[in-house]
């Protein structure tokens, strides 16, 4: 969802495909009375999961799709395109965004959370996978600083109740807030880390540990100035706390 000042817009992933109907992305915007298109259906011919993860900067002009079961062997390395907004219609710019490695069932793309300054934080879905960030240079996409560690994340690409959305960048792309799941008698937590020019450091470290068995961290969103995270516990645990979400500020430097 974008929040321009000049448009409210939406992009809408319909990843599951079958023979006569392939994944795809259409984005619609309000225009005072209803949800109307934006450009034409972004169409992909693969069975990859086109569509999986969606992402909007602000502007609503630049969007961000995951497709985590996309391979180039048959083994759901997962990749990730963005496109943006030209001339009424959705164009792809720089190239397709992987992971680098060669290792199967990565699910790279399974989340992806866009920034306003052309920055794009990318999840993959193994358990104790990686988060990589990515810059536009104007040409192509290239990874800015560190992978950041997931832990302890468990992730069934075929069940949707799976589907989380763990990163989640601030407007200016300098801070990130990443969900971490529990697992073997492990709180679940958020984690928040800063870009400094060269490698992204832990400043935070948000933990519930009235139970174990919350999913605390199960879904994760920043503020625009990145100095609020709110963090998702959506399961009722064992001391009887209903489901939550639970607002933390960040202090300024």
Do not use: C, M
Request: proline share 2%; charged share 20%.
């Amino acid at each position: 969802l974008s929040d321009g000042s000049s448009n409210l817009r939406i992009a809408v992933g319909a990843s599951h495909h079958t023979l006569a109907q392939k994944p795809y992305v259409i984005v619609y915007e309000w225009d005072g009375y209803s949800w109307v298109t934006v450009g034409s259906q972004i169409n992909d011919n693969s069975d990859n999961e086109f569509g999986y993860s969606v992402s909007l900067a602000s502007n609503g002009n630049l969007l961000a799709i995951g497709a985590p079961r996309s391979n180039f062997s048959d083994d759901n390395q997962g990749l990730v395109k963005i496109y943006e907004y030209r001339d009424l219609s959705w164009e792809q710019i720089g190239q397709d965004i992987s992971s680098g490695e060669t290792s199967s069932e990565q699910h790279f793309g399974i989340t992806v959370s866009l920034s306003d300054v052309s920055r794009v934080a990318v999840a993959d879905g193994r358990q104790n996978g990686k988060v990589r960030i990515y810059e536009y240079n104007d040409t192509s996409w290239a990874q800015l600083g560190d992978s950041i560690d997931l832990s302890n994340i468990v992730v069934d690409i075929t069940n949707t109740a799976s589907r989380r959305n763990r990163v989640s960048l601030s407007s200016d792309g300098t801070r990130i807030s990443v969900g971490n799941l529990n697992e073997e008698n492990e709180p679940g937590n958020v984690k928040v880390y800063e870009y400094n020019n060269s490698s992204w450091n832990e400043i935070a470290n948000i933990v519930d540990y009235r139970d174990i068995s919350n999913e605390f961290g199960y879904s994760t969103s920043i503020s625009r100035n990145g100095y609020n995270v709110a963090s998702g516990a959506p399961s009722a645990n064992l001391t009887n706390v209903n489901p939550f979400v639970r607002i933390s500020e960040i202090l300024k430097k």
